[in-house]
């Protein structure tokens, strides 16, 4: 069994993490109303690049090859740092990469003194929502979301999302955080 590893993105990797995008959308053909996904845009090239800059992207792998076939690009925001997105490749998911992708963000977050993460996904998808609660992060109630939170949902369904298929999560690292503090 190869070994996982991950770290920081490098600059030579970012032509590539498109593509391991592409290959975990193909997931959402398997869902009825949202293969739709598979051929929509992904993050795109300078998107990446900025977060590779701002020291909030990573690349997991493993021993048996070199290249890297998932990354998680964040976006820090104040003391929050914002999960944009995660993505493993088809053909490697549930092997635990992404779990060590999100671990690595969450270092990253407690080396600075963040006070949460937070993120945006569907509810009721298992490779989504129940996997982030399965990390300990919290559905925000939506009448709790502040305007940046509100803002990247609102954003979403004018990207065609339906909004009863989308939430915001939240992973406090400090003891009575009210949603609002973070957004």
Known sequence: MASLWVRPTRLDEIEALP?????????????????WIADAPVLSVSAHLEAVRAGTSWVVGDSARPDPWGFLCAESVGRTLHLCQLAVCRSHQRRGGG???????LDWARARHCVALTLTTFRDLGWNAPFYAALGFQVVDASRLGPRLRAILQAEVAQGLASHQRCAMQLSLVDDLLWQDVD
Do not use: H, K, M, Y
């Open 19 to 35: 593509e391991i995008e592409r290959s975990a959308d193909t997931l959402f053909r398997t869902v009825p109303g949202l293969a």
């Open 99 to 105: 779990r060590l992708l999100v671990q690595a963000a």
